[in-house]
């Protein structure tokens, strides 16, 4: 099974970053003994090496809500080279013809939510597919929903991003950590928000004594990390906010306390790097990295970590957050699992301001 790259925050042949940045390979081929992973760029280099080129067969995954899961054999387009250029095929050197198999299997999606339905889907894929003889099978999914038969562990993140969490936890020691989504919020309710939040680390600090803070926020806190369109997006208002908050505390980010520092220079000098190099490069994959930082989602999994081991945990109430996202979700489970625990010692789950 080849492991495709991943790159803001989706896993595709056309992204940047190979998967084990984000997550630990290791601890997935633990749980599959039986299956052989390899990284993309094996993929490439393996094709590439074969005199004899591997026949690839195709199956698109759409989203067919409200028919039956059915399969359609779909000729492929008039014009392949869009078809694989949009796929990023090119990297791969395989016999893609006209001749090459190309299915699409229509999932109605609600049907997932169904164990026995889910069966079926996965019945018609393995018969259908899985026996081809063709060497390849080249996988597209546009199916959000779940379609396994059980459940399997989760995939731990990556050795680097689980090592930059615990440096920012020793540095800071005890701390808070903010989760603020500043993005789409309306002028007039920033800055009391900001009033509020303000009010209430003071009265954390007065009653545990704490002194750090840890900020992770959509806010665009450095212009080489930024989205290039975040000077749209967030205006005077957002930026007066900001202001009052630091004016009051020194906070720290995942920028102040230097976190993927190596990693950063690393991709730094790959985008330095002649363009024609970069798709022997096994950590970029064909394409410049740092771009993860502004808009991918390393730091989101840092801030994640960070965040889920503080001391204290404040997340915006709905008029001070744009939107209550997976992000809090996923830090409340993770603080709900550590205050289950044993050693569980953190002062709360989550608190709104």
């Known amino acids: 099974m080849v492991l495709p790259n991943i790159g803001y925050s989706k896993v595709s042949t056309c992204s940047h970053i190979s998967l084990d940045y984000y997550y630990n390979i290791e601890e997935l081929r633990k749980n599959f003994p039986t299956v052989n992973f390899i990284f993309q760029y094996e993929f490439e ?74 069966k079926h889907v996965t019945k018609l894929v393995t018969d259908s597919f899985f026996h081809s003889g063709d060497e390849v099978l080249l996988i597209k999914s546009d199916i959000s929903h779940d379609m396994s038969l059980q459940k399997y562990p989760t995939i731990p993140y990556s050795t680097l991003i689980a090592q930059e969490a615990q440096k920012i936890k020793m540095t800071l020691k005890s701390y808070v950590a903010i ?46 990390f930024s989205h290039p369109n975040s000077h749209k997006r967030f205006k005077k208002h957002h930026h007066r906010a900001m202001l009052m908050l630091n004016s009051t505390f020194n906070i720290s980010t995942w920028i102040s306390l ?55 945990f404040l997340s915006g109430p709905a008029e001070c957050h744009s939107q209550w996202n997976v992000f809090t979700r996923m830090v409340g489970d993770s603080r709900r699992e550590i205050l289950e625990s044993e050693n569980g010692k953190l002062l709360n789950i989550m608190t709104t301001w």
């Not at 000729?75 to 796929?87: D, F, R, V």
């Not at 730094?268 to 502004?294: A, H, Q, V, Y």
Request: glycine content about 6%; overall charge positive.
């Open 45 to 118: 280099q393996w094709s590439k090496k074969r005199f004899r080129k591997p026949i690839a067969q195709h199956l698109h995954i759409a989203d067919g809500t409200n028919t039956q899961s059915s399969i359609f054999k779909i000729h492929p387009p008039q014009n392949l080279s869009h078809l694989y250029g949009a796929n990023c095929f090119d990297r791969f050197a395989m016999r893609l013809s006209r001749k090459s198999t190309y299915h699409r299997l229509l999932v109605n999606q609600d049907a997932l939510l169904d164990l026995e339905k889910r």
């Open 179 to 224: 989760h603020w989504k500043m993005e789409g919020m309306q002028a007039e309710t920033l800055y009391a928000c900001a009033e509020r939040l303000r009010s209430m680390l003071v009265d954390i600090r007065n009653k545990y004594g704490i002194q750090n803070i840890y900020l992770s926020t959509d806010y665009p806190i450095s212009p080489e």
């Open 258 to 312: 230097d976190a993927f520092s190596k990693m950063r220079q690393e991709l730094m000098d790959i985008n330095s790097n002649d363009r024609s190099k970069r798709n022997e490069n096994r950590n970029d994959g064909g394409g410049g990295g740092l771009d993860e930082f502004g808009k991918g989602r390393i730091r989101t999994l840092l801030d994640q970590i960070v965040c889920a081991n503080a001391d204290y």
